[in-house]
């Protein structure tokens, strides 16, 4: 459970009345004061021998007090300025607890303040009159938060004062944030870290107090898991109005506001509900907009209603809208919608794609749940007798999301075709697109590629990183590594490769060695199959082949640019290969990537293509090769005493020769994946690079020169200080980022 009130402070540690013991108790109990109030209120009856309790709330942005916690049946939204043109208000501006005998005696009111008068308004409400008040104010640490009035409607009174400041101090260190309020609307989630400044700034808001936090909402539930809720507390301790969710039994639309305009309040998030009185409570995103509660209220002929603040997505709801929310549960839903239709013939497939809603939805939801689990693909999968296989690729391995009926399956295909700008007609060879889609109103871009199979047409759709460079020393890299690659890419001219295996993050490498070396005096240009990463000072070029725009062409356009660095996205071809080395020899940095297994492997490759070793050796400043292993969840990951068969493989894996670097200890921790809330019982959350760098020394250059076979070179490179991708990753191990089997698996030992 999450507490939002806060404990008691110090003073109210020790030796304290029975009484404010009482209270103390009460309030312990609840998360919030609107949840303790009632039993609060009683307590106080009690203990004060009086008829009411009213708290209000200080309201700084218009320096005046709001009832918000009493039990009588009037509106409980009544509003006092600061200013002795009521006895609370007057309590607040002083600063001073005050008993009044009888707020009607004028005489006595002008012994307090000649300007002090008595609000009777609430007398109005009631069939009681009130003979006597003591109002006391409410401070957290010297700040005013609220006032405590109690009412007695007796003629003998006896008030102890001194208790009933300390009840007042008591609800200042323990309701202090509910009462005062916030400076902003998500302050209250910053204050009890369910989020940090940080990451409310990486969302986009740069000043969500005065920005439109509207949008920004549900990616607080999409991205950071909080709850609905939670975020309406902290909305409700903001506007200081009461929180209300999507509740269909306990709410209803308001009987007379059926001619408003649904499009109207839609657009301004605004749905005017009811209880079962139904008395018309006005639930709004934004509700410190008294332009928009005005208009409103004139429209229903209204002079007053109840205002509440709630949630944009269950505003949607009040007004008629499904749900926009990201679960699992919702995608279900639509699967059962779905089923529940007629099959799907082809000829009616763009048809479909437009009108069906359900089919629409569904690929909105998938593209949304992977954008939450932070997948970095999707495999839609046919089956030739059964349903479509919706996966997702999580931290390098595949979850089954859920299936898709067999009927709904090309229709599903459609949708992304027509999303991807892809030839919906087309299925019998396969097609390359991209597409966008939007969170939040933040643009996201999916790389898709179609694959014709045997069971009907497969989609994998690749989330691009939409975002910038990481910087280098963030990339996880060895000191050695890191040192050794920076001297690399300091030459003025060579070709420096990045290989491994799709998606292993070469072209995050890639880019975070462009970051390093991106400076004003560089002018530096790329050209890439998607550009998934920018950078400012780049001069970025998207290729495109069906119009002629390849890697060679594009090469060949840059050197007449006069650059100082060229990145490569890939060399798929020899031709590109050889502009690649050309460029290299003639002053130019080209860094590039490649699909190889390991740094050695990526010479041999290049010869069979039929590169010059003597060019390539010349050219060549160095080769990093890397693959991504699972990392161990922070949270549950145990450590233990490595066993003498781990010692063994560590000692085998690492080489006798020079384990010694490792500065081992007589005894070896290593830890194990677990499992906890945090990273779903699986043991691990995200994932990191382990590197293999290849530098070129004269000695490997003659190797290359001879066209030596791999295990000479790997031999050679080791000499010269190169460590494996094993080596790396039992590193990893040991510093225990990782555990035994994920490096088992690496080596392919498992």
């Keep these: 459970m999450i507490v939002i009130s806060s404990h008691i402070f110090s003073p109210f540690a020790h030796h304290i009345p029975a009484p404010l013991h009482k209270v103390r108790l009460v309030l312990d109990r609840h998360d919030t004061l609107s949840a303790a109030f009632t039993e609060l209120e009683a307590l106080l009856i009690s203990i004060f021998n009086v008829e009411r309790v009213y708290i209000f709330q200080y309201r700084k942005q ?69 003979r006597n008040i003591l109002c006391i104010p409410i401070l957290q640490q010297d700040t005013l938060v609220g006032v405590l009035q109690l009412i007695n409607t007796i003629d003998n009174f006896t008030y102890d004062i001194s208790l009933g400041e300390d009840v007042a101090e008591l609800l200042g260190h323990t309701c202090g944030y509910d009462l005062g309020g916030t400076n902003r609307p998500l302050d209250t989630l910053v204050h009890h870290g369910l989020i940090t400044e940080k990451a409310l700034e990486s969302l986009g808001i740069d000043n969500y107090l005065n920005d439109d936090i509207t949008l920004l909402l549900p990616r607080l539930v999409s991205e950071h898991g909080i709850n609905h809720n939670i975020i309406g507390i902290s909305l409700s301790v903001y506007y200081q109005l009461p929180y209300i969710s999507y509740d269909s039994e306990h709410y209803h639309v308001y009987s007379k506001a059926h001619h408003l305009n649904v499009s109207y309040l839609k657009r301004n998030l605004v749905a005017i509900i009811a209880a ?4 018309p409570i006005i639930l709004m995103a934004q509700p410190n907009n008294m332009t928009l509660i005005r208009e409103i209220e004139r429209a229903l002929c ?30 279900s839903d639509i699967l059962d919608e779905i089923g529940t239709t007629t099959n799907i013939i082809d000829d009616d497939l763009e048809t479909l794609s437009d009108n069906a ?6 690929v909105s939801r998938i593209l949304h749940e992977a954008k939450r689990l932070n997948a970095s693909d999707i495999h839609i999968d046919p089956d030739k007798s059964a349903a479509t296989h919706v996966r997702m690729r999580v931290d390098g391995i595949c979850r089954d999301l859920n299936n898709i009926p067999a009927s709904h399956h090309n229709a599903v295909i459609a949708r992304i075709k027509i999303m991807a700008n892809l030839d919906i007609a087309e299925k019998r060879i396969p097609q390359d697109g991209k ?3 939007k969170i939040s109103d933040q643009l996201f871009e999916v790389r898709v590629a179609t694959i014709p199979t045997v069971a009907g047409e497969g989609v994998v759709m690749r989330m691009l990183t939409n975002g910038g460079a990481l910087p280098i020393h963030k990339m996880n890299l060895s000191e050695q590594n890191l040192s050794m690659l920076k001297r690399a890419v300091r030459k003025p001219h060579g070709i420096m490769l990045v290989v491994g295996p799709t998606g292993s993050g070469k072209t995050t490498m890639l880019h975070a060695t462009l970051g390093h070396l991106n400076t004003r005096d560089k002018k530096i240009w790329t050209a890439e199959d998607p550009v998934e990463i920018t950078q400012s000072g780049l001069q970025q070029v998207q ?24 990145l490569i996205g890939e060399m798929r071809d020899k031709e590109t290969a050889h502009v690649a080395i050309e460029a290299s020899l003639t002053g130019h940095l080209v860094l590039s990537t490649l699909h190889t297994n390991s740094a050695p492997e990526t010479i041999t490759r290049l010869l069979d293509l039929g590169i010059d070793p003597v060019n390539f050796s010349d050219a060549c400043v160095g080769i990093l090769a890397q693959r991504l292993i699972r990392t161990l969840c922070p949270e549950c990951k145990t450590p233990h005493n490595a066993t003498s068969q781990e010692i063994e493989f560590i000692y085998r894996q690492y080489g006798d020769s020079i384990i010694a670097e490792l500065n081992l200890q007589d005894q070896i921790i290593v830890y194990d994946a677990v499992g906890c809330e945090c990273c779903d019982d699986i043991g691990y959350k995200g994932r990191t690079a382990v590197h293999e760098l290849l530098t070129m020394t004269p000695e490997l250059r003659s190797l290359i020169y001879k066209s030596a076979n791999v295990a000479k070179l790997a031999r050679q490179a080791a000499n010269d200080g190169m460590r494996t991708l094993m080596q790396d990753g039992i590193k990893k191990l040991l510093s225990g980022i990782t555990d035994i089997k994920q490096i088992q698996i690496l080596g392919g030992l498992e």
């Design 62 to 130: 218009q320096q005046s007090l709001t009832l918000h916690f009493n039990s009588t049946s009037f509106a409980p939204h009544i509003h006092l300025p600061i200013s002795p043109a009521s006895i609370a208000g007057y309590v607040a501006l002083s600063q001073h607890s005050l008993i009044v005998s009888d707020p009607y005696d004028e005489k006595v009111l002008s012994a307090i303040n000649p300007s002090l008068r008595f609000n009777d308004q609430f007398d109005q409400q009631c069939t009681e009159r009130t």
């Design 276 to 279: 079962n009185d139904d008395k």
């Design 302 to 331: 209204i002079e007053s209603c109840y205002i509440a603040v709630g949630f944009p997505t269950h505003i949607l709801q009040f007004l008629g809208e499904p749900d926009d929310g990201f679960s699992l549960g919702e995608m």
């Design 357 to 362: 809603p359900a089919v629409v939805r569904l």
């Design 435 to 437: 597409l966008t889609f």
């Design 543 to 566: 290729v495109n082949p069906k119009i002629g725009v390849t890697f060679a062409s594009t090469l060949r356009a840059f050197l007449r640019a006069d650059p100082d660095i060229i």
